[in-house]
């Protein structure tokens, strides 16, 4: 049983189209995230749900927008893509996210997005 | 700005030996801090952690250790196997919330 699943594993698309990678938790948590890792091999956050509400934002351009629609799922929704969004998404869970030295994350597989 | 910085991009190590990856932070206020393993094509997996409390976590072959005066924190592996090679991160954060990530060392267990 996967614990976090993404679907696609690969996406290449061409400039200027929209395109969803879709991430699911079977583990009961209730935060969830979205990690963007680029060619320098950096993970970098771009959003944290938390019980289906935002908590966290980075300054991530809003051609992306992350859509929660219960606990178990938070899917990513990218507009007119660019060049420069090619990476690995990563998406992960856990459990709570203001519990003082708790909260180790489970990550997805990843997602590697291609754009020509 | 980045205040997890893995400065190693990669070791090599012998079978059997230790292996010692390092982590350096900017942020005093980051009071936990994980280690996560990275196999190729998949996601990371968490490993080990430790709260700013204490100045040492271990749990099998690997033991963290947290300096908190100079900012580093550190992971040991004992005896390393092959099995090892990856691509370790370290992750910082502040009472679990929001977590930065280091680049990663990528570490490789010669048989």
């Known amino acids: 049983d996967t614990a976090v699943s993404q679907t696609p594993k690969y996406l290449v698309t061409q400039m200027g189209n929209d395109k969803s990678i879709k991430c699911e938790q079977n583990?009961?948590?209730?935060?969830m995230y979205w990690y963007k890792q680029d060619s320098k091999k950096f993970l970098k956050i771009m959003f944290s749900?938390?019980?289906?509400?935002?908590?966290i934002n980075e300054t991530v351009p809003n051609r992306f927008s992350p859509k929660s629609p219960d606990k178990a799922h938070l899917n990513l929704h990218i507009n007119s893509l660019e060049l420069g969004d090619s990476a690995v998404y990563f998406c992960?869970?856990?459990?709570?996210?203001?519990?003082?030295?708790?909260?180790?994350?489970?990550f997805g597989p990843g997602t590697r997005l291609t754009v020509l | 700005d980045q205040q997890v910085k893995q400065n190693s991009p990669s070791l090599s190590v012998q079978e059997g030996r230790i292996s010692i990856l390092n982590c350096d932070y900017t942020?005093?206020?980051?009071?936990?801090f994980l280690w996560y393993k990275k196999y190729p094509a998949e996601g990371p997996t968490f490993l080990i952690s430790?709260?700013?409390?204490?100045d040492k976590n271990e749990d099998g072959r690997f033991t963290v250790f947290l300096n908190k005066s100079a900012k580093h924190l550190s992971l040991h592996i004992v005896p390393s196997q092959p099995g090892d090679s990856a691509v370790y991160f370290c992750?910082?954060?502040?009472?679990?919330?929001?977590?930065?990530f280091g680049t990663g060392t990528s570490l490789t267990v010669i048989p």
């Open positions: 992960a869970s856990s459990q709570g996210v203001r519990l003082a030295g708790g909260g180790e994350q489970f």
């Open positions: 583990l009961g948590h209730d935060t």
């Open positions: 749900y938390n019980n289906k509400e935002l908590i």
């Open positions: 942020n005093s206020m980051f009071d936990y």
């Open positions: 430790i709260s700013s409390i204490k």
């Open positions: 992750a910082a954060s502040i009472t679990g919330n929001q977590f930065y």
